[in-house]
């Protein structure tokens, strides 16, 4: 198993490992895919097991305003076949220590028990506009004490749904 920043040669497979660990989801494959094709800066890392993509972890940059107030870790997933074996845990300590990581404030919505293992508390501020009450929002390094709705990529917001037709609605007989 070795562990590698992605290279563009491999984003296909990490499109199709997000699609693996999230069934029934293709927002987590598009969410990275519309962040490469956009040029946003991730910090992004794999997990390589006989040539083949078996997790990835992504870090973006998080705002309050205009300003970066720090990272965001996501997303981050393993495939099925590899789950419960450390190998996430395993991708994210080595992303912890990476240059780009190791001093920012960062930002996780995911499973409190999970994260908090890593050195992520719960964070009461700022306030993440994806989780009502900040239930399973956590933050590290974070000295933040201002109120403020912590901001993502903009690739971040779900596609709006879309519209429905317009016309004379007819009755059925």
Known sequence: MKIQKLTIENRPKVYALLQRAFPGSDYEAGLVQKLHEHGKPVHEWVCIHVNKVIAYIAFTNAYHGNDTCGLHLAPMAVAPDFQK???GAE?????LRQEAIKSQT???????GYYKR????????PICSFDKNN????SMRNTVDTRFTVGYE???TPA???P??????????
């Open 135 to 138: 239930a399973h929002f956590l």
């Open 106 to 112: 960062l930002f996780v919505l995911g499973e409190p």
């Open 154 to 156: 903009p690739e971040f």
């Open 164 to 173: 429905s037709p317009q016309g004379k609605k007819r009755r059925t007989r």
């Open 118 to 125: 890593f050195g992520f508390e719960p964070c009461s501020a």
């Open 160 to 162: 709006a749904a879309p």
């Open 85 to 87: 074996q450390g190998v």
């Open 91 to 95: 991708l994210l300590r080595f992303a």
